[in-house]
């Protein structure tokens, strides 16, 4: 079995703009997600399965025109009462901290005492081992690309891409390969961080709560891409990201309400939530290490198979 962390060099050439993707996320969810204490839990609670069309595509390159627009002028917009603005980012100064994932993650780094950061990948598909380094290749390449969105290249120098590259999860289910990330995560956070299983695990940048798995029909979804849009807003090149906290936060206790268990099973499972769920693979390492730090994150994020979430 090899365990290794990659290097950040010999990347591919990065996307030369900086914010459309840092909007694409950052308004549609804000208005949800930056006011959710004042606006969600006095209206309604948020949906799991509801989604907000994006306001600016991915692949739309043209640079925002209004970096001096203050969150009180979105207030003014829509007329509601959020109280006084969040923290200004240090990077994308004209929108809140919380929009920005590269400071978030900055933020949850040093409020966990990490010294690194990043979702460890498993490989579970062996079909082609050239097909695997074209995917490590487009993989690595949306992992600058998120950051440079969002003005955080320099977060590359704390980023730890570690990979798990062993024959026995070929073809392997998310049960099957919980169970070894969370033996490695038991001794890999005193390791890498110096910090105890106990609180690690539920640390914010969830390094040691969250994995991510490409079996064959990830990779392949990915790898079918054309060149030429790899760039561009892309909603069908998947990864799997797995909630290696669902054993912790399950509890049949006598008041436990009762899990629907009446959907279609994958790999057996009947229940809603079944654990994992596909997200969009340019989204997965930077949104799971910045926006998935909680069970109600989890929850909210959540689409059930075949639906692919973070977009």
Known sequence: MAIFTLATGNRLKPR???????????LP???????????????????????????????????????????HAYQTAINIDLGPPPRES???????????????IERNMRNDGFRTWGLVLYRCTYASDADWTEFMSRFRHQVRSELESHDGLDLLDSFALTVVDD??????????????????????????????FSRAQWSRTARYGLFIMVNEEAMRSVLDIPPE????????????LVN?????????????????DDFEPLYGCTEEDVGWMRVRYG????????????????????????????Q
């Not at 030369?16 to 950052?26: K, V």
């Not at 069970?295 to 639906?307: C, H, V």
Request: charge should be neutral; aromatic fraction near 8%; hydrophobic fraction near 30%.
């Open 16 to 26: 030369i703009f900086h914010l459309p993707n840092t909007i694409n996320r950052t």
């Open 29 to 71: 969810r804000t208005l949800p997600s930056l006011v959710a204490g004042r606006l969600i839990r006095n209206i309604h609670s948020p949906s799991a399965h509801t989604t907000t069309p994006s306001l600016h595509p991915k692949g739309n390159k043209q640079p925002l025109h209004h970096p001096t627009r203050s969150f």
């Open 90 to 104: 240090k990077r994308t100064p004209w929108v809140p901290f919380t929009c920005n994932d590269a400071d978030v």
């Open 229 to 240: 849009d790899l760039d561009g807003y892309n909603q069908t090149g998947f990864v799997i």
């Open 244 to 260: 290696g906290r669902r054993d912790a936060e399950r509890w049949d206790g006598e008041d436990a309400e009762p899990l629907e």
């Open 167 to 196: 024959r026995r999860f070929d073809g392997a289910t998310p049960d099957t390969v919980r169970t070894h990330f969370n033996e490695w995560a038991a001794r890999a956070c005193v390791t890498e961080q110096g910090v105890p």
């Open 283 to 310: 989204e997965a390492q930077v949104t799971g290490s910045a926006r998935m730090e909680s069970g109600f994150n989890w929850e909210r994020e959540y689409r059930r198979p075949p639906e692919i979430g973070f």
